[in-house]
């Protein structure tokens, strides 16, 4: 079939990373009902994180906590208030233009159904992007007709139906198709699995992997679902109220979950051993207003181990154990940070946030 990835464009070879974030802040203005004038939600609020060539960055944390907005921000849906994206060297706004991101990211979101228009053919669908591009009709057609077979449609079955005729299932896969029309190096993935059945799930992660794999993909792969992201992510990074808290490769941070908000989270996964169900919840309460977060560390209204320092000052990320890829923002982790558990030994620090 058509190569869906051109060489040429991997212009800083494997070292450089595919995307460099810097500083990502997006805040929306509020100005109705209670809130004044000038209010914002802090959506992204100076997040800075890298995605490496073909590796799969998994974004975690609670409903608002900002994952979603770094997506579209990544992708160029909603502009940026402070901060920088740099694509493979090509910072995004003055070496690259947003016609060009666009080249080089699609974006596959959870609700497969309002992602489609309704009154284009499936073939339609997957052919539109490419002809926008200017590629020629019968060949739009020929693409659209490759990739509907490589997302497992047949399509002579499936080229001329409507979204309506399809399942949930079907229809993410056309939404795959439709992004790999474009020839992207970078999908992300925002819930892409989460409204679908478990065993269709998994048919369409095996798919997601295959293609990486066949088209030399990287993934960002955003999700509440904490074991659907060990499955797929080289790397994860935690997320609370537009802040990353941790970040590492996701064997380090599971076994060795140092943030005690990532702890949080893990604990709340639901567990199939009746030896090791939870007792107490992990997390008390909803995240904080957005719009008026909590000083110093965002996470000290809820966190167990909170010290005056917490509310303070604003935690500095630093190295969890000996993996210099595996960092957190917490003042258990600095030992000049003045919080009584500061200088532990990791293992005490990580024993504490568990
Ligand atoms: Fe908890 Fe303080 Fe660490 Fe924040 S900095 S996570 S409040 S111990």
């Known amino acids: 079939m058509s190569e869906p990835t051109d060489t040429h464009r991997d212009r800083g070879g494997p070292a450089q990373p595919l995307v460099i974030a810097s500083d990502l802040t997006r805040h929306f203005a509020v100005r109705r009902g209670l809130f004044s004038k000038g209010d914002a939600v802090r959506a992204v609020d100076g997040v800075s994180f890298t995605v490496e060539k073909g590796e799969t960055l998994g974004i975690v944390g609670e409903s608002g906590c900002g994952k979603s907005t770094t997506a579209r921000l990544l992708v160029g849906l909603i502009g940026l208030d402070k901060g920088e994206i740099v694509l493979d060297g090509e910072k995004l706004g003055t070496d690259l233009k947003l016609k060009d991101l666009w080249d080089d990211v699609q974006m596959v979101f959870q609700d497969s159904w309002a992602s489609l228009n309704p009154r284009l053919t499936i073939e339609e669908t997957i052919a539109f992007g490419p002809k926008m591009r200017g590629v020629a009709a019968k060949d739009a057609r020929r693409l659209a007709h490759e990739l509907l077979e490589r997302v497992g449609l047949a399509p002579a079955r499936f080229a001329g139906r409507y979204p309506h005729e399809l399942s949930g299932g079907q229809r993410q896969r056309i939404n795959i198709a439709r992004a790999l029309a474009m020839k992207p190096r970078l999908i992300i993935l925002d819930e892409a699995v989460s409204a679908l059945d478990k065993s269709v799930e998994a048919q369409v992660l095996n798919l997601l992997a295959d293609l990486k794999a066949e088209f030399g993909l990287t993934y960002v792969f955003i999700s509440h679902d904490l074991n659907v992201v060990r499955f797929v992510a080289d790397r994860i990074m935690v997320m609370y109220l537009g802040e990353v808290?941790?970040?590492?490769?996701?064997?380090?941070?599971?076994?060795?979950?140092?943030?005690?908000?990532?702890?949080?989270?893990?604990?709340?996964?639901?567990?199939?051993?009746?030896?090791?169900?939870?007792?107490?919840?992990?997390?008390?309460?909803?995240?904080?207003?957005?719009?008026?977060?909590?000083?110093?560390?965002?996470?000290?209204?809820?966190?167990q181990y909170a010290e005056d320092v917490c509310a303070a000052r604003a935690p500095k990320t630093c190295p969890v154990g000996d993996i210099a890829s595996h960092v957190a923002a917490c003042h258990m982790l600095d030992p000049q940070s003045g919080h009584s558990k500061a200088g532990a030994s990791p293992t005490l620090v990580l024993e504490a946030a568990q």
Do not use: Q
């Open 245 to 303: 808290v941790e970040i590492g490769p996701v064997d380090a941070v599971w076994e060795r979950r140092a943030h005690p908000y990532t702890a949080a989270l893990f604990a709340a996964m639901p567990s199939m051993d009746p030896d090791h169900r939870t007792e107490k919840p992990p997390l008390a309460g909803d995240p904080p207003n957005p719009i008026n977060p909590p000083s110093g560390c965002r996470f000290h209204t809820r966190c």
